[in-house]
């Protein structure tokens, strides 16, 4: 079975950290660009981070920019978002896709409303005190 799989999320105090996960099984992550997005409650899924295949150039939203990290461990088929600093804004559902567009056209101009090659099925981000 084709597909990615997120984990890592959960309840964090303003200020915390999580490391979300996103795990590719049945295929190799190692041609796909991998992109972050999150969906809040009442509001349009959007575009968070998004990292290359070789995980040479990234793009980050400008909320997250200086808190957020996104990598890759192609070895272990897996994408990561290290995310400090979190406030409670961050709090969404976050998913990861696999696309072989560039990073700019994932996480700029395509966006959260793309139908990408792959989507995994979110993890719930929830920052409260």
């Known amino acids: 079975q084709l597909q990615l799989v997120e984990s890592g999320g959960g309840l964090v105090q303003p200020g915390g950290s999580l490391r979300l996960s996103c795990a590719a099984s049945?295929?190799?992550?190692?041609?796909?660009?991998i992109g972050w997005f999150r969906q809040a409650p009442g509001k349009e899924r959007e575009a968070v981070s998004c990292?290359?295949?070789?995980?040479?150039?990234?793009v980050y939203e400008d909320s997250v920019k200086g808190r957020f990290t996104i990598s890759r461990d192609n070895a272990k088929n897996t994408a990561y978002l290290q995310m400090n600093s979190l406030k409670p804004e961050d709090t969404a559902v976050y998913y990861c896709?696999?696309?072989?567009?560039?990073?700019?056209?994932?996480?700029?101009?395509?966006?959260?409303?793309?139908?990408?090659?792959?989507w995994g099925q979110g993890t719930q981000v929830t920052v409260s005190s």
């Open positions: 990292i290359n295949s070789s995980g040479g150039s990234t």
């Open positions: 049945g295929f190799t992550l190692d041609y796909y660009a």
């Open positions: 896709a696999a696309d072989t567009l560039t990073v700019q056209a994932m996480c700029i101009n395509q966006g959260a409303a793309y139908e990408y090659s792959y």
